[in-house]
């Protein structure tokens, strides 16, 4: 698990932003070195956003008045749901995704691109 902060910075987060962006240069690093025959490995890694756990909303599932700026900045204007990062790892490990290796698959509801 890396997080999209490994591909794009965010002011007063260079500590939490370079380890991720480790995490993205160790899963490229290994994906080039266990991908090759006879017995090749995909290493991918998911890049999230704020995914709502109980830990990020209230027991009300309201979200928490510290994470509403950073949900609403993206796109989507919503939390990811806990079951759309299993779900990405599902697909990481089909032979849908046969072709990928070394890549950092961005699920944040579009925060990247905004």
């Known amino acids: 698990m890396a997080s ?6 965010r002011m007063q987060a260079a500590d939490f932003t370079a380890s991720k962006v480790a ?3 160790l899963t490229r690093s290994d994906g080039i070195d266990s991908s090759k025959p006879p017995h090749p490995i995909k290493i991918n890694n998911i890049c999230s956003r704020v995914i709502a756990t109980p830990m990020a909303t209230a027991e009300s599932g ?3 008045d510290r994470l509403k700026k950073a949900v609403n900045i993206a796109p989507m204007e919503r939390m990811g749901l806990s ?5 990405t790892a599902v697909w990481l490990c089909s032979g849908e995704s046969s072709f990928m290796t070394g890549s950092g698959v961005v699920v ?3 925060y990247i691109i905004d």
Request: hydrophobic share 35%; net charge negative.
């Open 62 to 64: 309201e979200i928490s």
């Open 83 to 87: 079951s759309e990062i299993p779900d």
């Open 108 to 110: 944040d509801g579009g």
């Open 4 to 9: 999209q902060l490994g591909i794009v910075g």
């Open 23 to 25: 995490v993205l240069s």
